[in-house]
């Protein structure tokens, strides 16, 4: 069974210019997360969604940042315009809404630098 | 959320028994404390989940005293595979993804 992919792994852009990153959960996870992690961090949540429905949103800046999930399947999140301090990894990860331990499903990510 | 705290870093030489120790004071009882895994380039990965005592899989154990105020995630004869950082969440099990994963601890196995 396939895993969370994500796209692209990399991507170096300069400041001010929009980003945006793809995520596909694993089949059947109607749970979808996506985190920042900084370099030495440990993942910090942005955005959950259950379904189409982003039900926790308070950590996303929303003033450069934004995501979807349409359909309730693939999500895309965009930075628009980048700033330096974007430079990160994105992480996408799944899980069922009712699992038994909340496991977390994460894909290898997407690193950002902004130039 | 509870908050978690680790050690930053640990070394241990291949072959031997690493336990790496969670402080969660203020775990609330409907709590459970997970541990995920995450090697460079990587996504986090679960490793393994409890709620009181001892949890056992195939990869790791988990020791939990009477009064949950701390956690021992107990990895078995490692291997220089086992280098990667380690993180201890604390919380529902539909709330602690909703927490920053912390630092973790930097587990360096030498050979």
């Known amino acids: 069974e396939a895993g969370v992919v994500q796209s692209p792994r990399y991507k170096i852009i300069e400041k001010k210019q929009p980003v945006a990153f793809w995520c596909n959960p694993i089949?059947?996870?109607?749970?979808l997360y996506w985190y920042l992690q900084n370099l030495g961090q440990g993942p910090e949540l942005l955005i959950r969604y259950e379904n189409e429905e982003a039900v926790d949103d308070s950590q996303l800046p929303k003033d450069r940042f934004s995501a979807e999930r349409l359909k309730g399947v693939d999500s895309t999140l965009k930075i628009q315009p980048a700033e330096l301090g974007d430079s990160a990894v994105y992480l996408c990860a799944s899980s069922f809404p009712d699992g038994n331990t909340g496991e977390l499903f994460f894909g290898e990510g997407s690193r950002l630098t902004v130039l | 959320l509870a908050k978690t705290t680790q050690p930053v870093s640990m070394d241990s030489y291949e072959g031997q028994e690493v336990n790496i120790t969670c402080s969660h004071n203020?775990?609330?009882?409907?709590?459970?404390i997970t541990w995920y895994q995450q090697f460079p380039s990587q996504g986090p990965r679960f490793i393994i989940q409890g709620y009181k005592t001892k949890v056992t899989n195939e990869v790791a154990s988990l020791f939990i005293p009477a009064d949950r105020k701390s956690s021992t995630l107990s990895l078995p004869r490692v291997s220089l595979s086992d280098t990667a950082v380690y993180y201890c969440l604390v919380g529902d099990k539909g709330g602690y993804q909703k927490v920053t994963f912390g630092t973790g601890t930097k587990l360096q196995v030498i050979p």
């Open positions: 203020n775990i609330a009882t409907n709590d459970y």
């Open positions: 089949s059947g996870h109607n749970t």
